[in-house]
């Protein structure tokens, strides 16, 4: 009887999307694929958010998609998201907590649903000054991940990625690469750590959410023999 209700343990290299990948490596680049095109998607349309309410102009001469953003917006975001996406899962294995918070598909798109609300508050919703909106802004952010994740490597995982990607922006505005309309954060928008962070947090959750998946493939595929 002990033998039966033991539970099969996981190879070390969890597994394939498809039969024919069983290496780790395949698997790790599969989700960052995955995870790219998902950041370039989301760039694409928050970006357009962004556009339409002149919260972010760029010059002329590098305005070359379709949706009015400069061409090297999207590669980056994606870039980004995959790295994020890839990073979440690897710290929870590195700290030995499995996240297990909600783990399922439904959630996570509620999870970017929430994320692009708070996206769309930023660039629609007026307030009385900047100060208001982003204390609004960071109270639905630290919602967002209560709601959606409640770890502490979430949180600060979270926080880093909003440090680090505001100072390339303020970087990339001070170099002339694009500028924000009425900054009073240097040369962006007070708000926007709140954005990075909420944004950190739901790649996060579907890069767990993509190696969960994963490893309950080759789970069921162990069982099976």
């Not at 899962?89 to 994320?115: I, N, Q, T, Y």
């Not at 709140?194 to 069982?223: D, P, W």
Request: net charge positive.
């Amino acid at each position: 009887m002990a033998e039966n209700d033991a539970v099969p343990t996981l190879p070390k290299k969890c597994g394939p999307y498809i039969s024919s990948v069983t290496s780790r490596g395949m698997n790790l680049v599969i989700r960052g694929i995955v995870l790219f095109f998902i950041g370039v998607f989301l760039a694409l349309v928050l970006n357009l958010l962004q556009i339409q309410r002149n919260v972010t102009l760029f010059p002329p001469d590098v305005i070359t998609s379709i949706f009015s953003s400069a061409w090297w917006v999207p590669p980056c975001c994606g870039t980004a998201s995959a790295a994020i996406g890839l990073l979440y899962p690897c710290m929870d294995r590195h700290l030995g907590e499995p996240h297990k918070f909600k783990r399922e598909w439904s959630s996570v798109m509620r999870c970017v649903a929430v994320f692009v609300g708070i996206n769309h508050a930023s660039a629609k919703v007026d307030f009385a000054n900047n100060i208001q909106l982003s204390l609004t802004l960071a109270a639905l952010s630290i919602g967002l991940w209560w709601t959606f994740d409640r770890s502490r490597s979430g949180f600060g995982l979270g926080v880093g990625i909003a440090f680090l990607a505001t100072l390339v922006s303020q970087l990339l505005v001070y170099n002339g690469v694009y500028q924000y309309t009425s900054p009073d954060f240097l040369y962006v928008r007070s708000w926007l750590p709140c954005i990075f962070f909420a944004g950190g947090i739901t790649m996060g959750n579907i890069g767990r959410q993509l190696a969960m998946y994963e490893c309950k493939v080759i789970a069921e595929k162990s069982h099976e023999d």
